[in-house]
């Protein structure tokens, strides 16, 4: 089994920024990668990050590009989430997933709730 830990989220005003840190702890053999996924209030969940750990490959949703930065935390099977230029329209509770060999994200966090307001 694999646990997956989140925490950093916030209340920040926009153009602000916040990082997000995730960890998977237990059974981390089979897993390749690490996402971060979100959900606005009424909206479906959405990709925004992720990051392989084998050559360390990223990919980043076209509403994040630019300002969000996803990167592994040292040879650990975790990653930060670096958000910068924050705005209102980011406002959502972030969850961080793991994906295994698969290719399906199998392990999933609680969420971190990330509020952007003046």
């Known amino acids: 089994q694999v646990q997956v830990l989140e925490s950093g989220g916030g209340l920040v005003q926009p153009g602000g920024s916040l990082r997000l840190s995730c960890e998977a702890v237990g059974s981390t053999e089979y897993t390749i990668s690490m996402g971060w996924f979100r959900q606005a209030p009424g909206k479906e969940r959405e990709f925004v990050a992720s990051i392989r750990w084998s050559g360390g490959n990223t990919v980043y949703a076209d509403s994040v590009k630019g300002r969000f930065t996803i990167s592994r935390r040292r040879a650990q099977t975790a990653a930060y989430l670096q958000m910068n230029s924050l705005n209102p329209d980011d406002t959502a509770v972030y969850y961080c997933?793991?994906?295994?060999?698969?290719?399906?994200?199998?392990?999933w966090g609680q969420g971190t709730q990330v509020t952007v307001s003046s």
């Open positions: 997933a793991v994906a295994t060999l698969r290719g399906d994200y199998a392990y």
